[in-house]
């Protein structure tokens, strides 16, 4: 399966768990639009309605955003949890679990990232789902990256790298030392790469509006 592939099917499962999502954000900006237009009119009524849309798209992105990097800083254990569970076929049939399900778990707000991961590992079926796919996107992302002529965005990949895939821990400090560039640099180069890599694991909805 190619890129273009993975991030089509990767959209479409994002969308069916974006459904209820939706549904309310539509119901939530017709109520406002409903009080804006007794107020003041048919105008005042459509601005209320895409302000409101792009607040809460922002949001949405941000949510997102928010789930990538709390699954790379948490990677390291979600993948000791991945590879100890007890998993198989039958697990997934019996728990009746989706792809959409799990989607919809990522985009739900975590104000703990102990809670983030301890939802993730609630079952085998939903860690074996996320880490297949985490593990597939990061892999679309290094090609992306490694195959690229331009040097920062081979940085971005071992910078995320080596601070959250590698089996040693490292830190920012020694990252900036090795790659010689400043330690705000790393932090703008993981930035620049949970964008991407945003994008990659929610499909459409994971690109900013």
Known sequence: MNTEEIIKKTAEATLAAAVPYFERML???SEAAAKAGARTGAKSA????EKERKKL???????RLRNTKLLLQNYRPLM?????????????????????EVFELMTQYVYDNDLYVESIKKSAARTHIIMEHLNKMLGVYEVYCMKSQREDYKRHWRVISALYLAEEPTTAAKIAEDEKIDKRTVYKDIDTACEVLTALIFGVDGVRR
């Open 57 to 63: 798209m922002r949001e949405w992105y941000d949510r």
């Open 27 to 29: 119901k939530q900006a």
């Open 80 to 100: 000791e949890h991945y590879e100890s569970a007890i998993y198989d076929a039958a697990t997934l049939d019996e728990e009746d679990i989706t792809a959409a």
């Open 46 to 49: 459509i601005d209320t309605i």
